[in-house]
């Protein structure tokens, strides 16, 4: 079974109330996909900043489980987000995560946000994951 579908596996068993797909999951990277439907609009016909917040955070997880295997226990401990202009209501929102370090307790990365068809950023983020010391699995190489 690939990376990809072990992670996504895991993402629908353990964070079911979780709505993005994954697409890819590659060396120190990963893109997922969410849907835009009504629910994920705000007043003025955009998208969401929760929704954009969570592209990155999911995007910023998978990379990092591409990388160290499945350890639930990696957690957010800082996300900063950008937003850049308005997201178009009626695409999917895509992020693209490129990880900058990934050290033995913690994994920083970079997530750039863009609803479908367009090449424009939406928004841009910068996230700090920890990763329990005692759990790592130890694949992949580190970033220092």
């Known amino acids: 079974m690939s990376r990809k579908q072990q992670i996504a596996e895991f993402l629908a068993k353990e964070f079911p109330q979780n709505k ?15 849907e ?9 016909g955009t998208v969401s900043g929760p929704v954009m917040m969570t592209v990155a955070d999911v995007a910023l997880y998978v990379a990092i489980l591409g990388e160290i295997g499945i350890v ?12 850049m202009r308005k997201p178009s ?3 999917a ?3 693209v995560c490129k990880l900058l370090k990934l ?6 990365g970079e997530v750039s946000i863009y609803s479908e068809g367009s090449d424009q950023l939406v928004a841009h ?3 700090t994951y920890a990763i329990p010391t005692d759990t790592r699995a130890g694949r992949g190489p580190s970033l220092h």
């Open 20 to 34: 993005c797909t994954v697409e890819e999951v590659g060396h120190f990277s990963a893109t997922v996909r969410h």
């Open 93 to 95: 929102i895509i992020g």
């Open 89 to 91: 209501a009626d695409a």
């Open 72 to 83: 639930p226990l990696t957690v957010t401990t800082n996300l900063n987000i950008n937003f």
């Open 36 to 44: 835009v439907g009504h629910a994920e609009l705000r007043p003025g």
């Open 103 to 108: 050290g033995r307790t913690l994994a920083v």
């Open 125 to 127: 983020a910068v996230g």
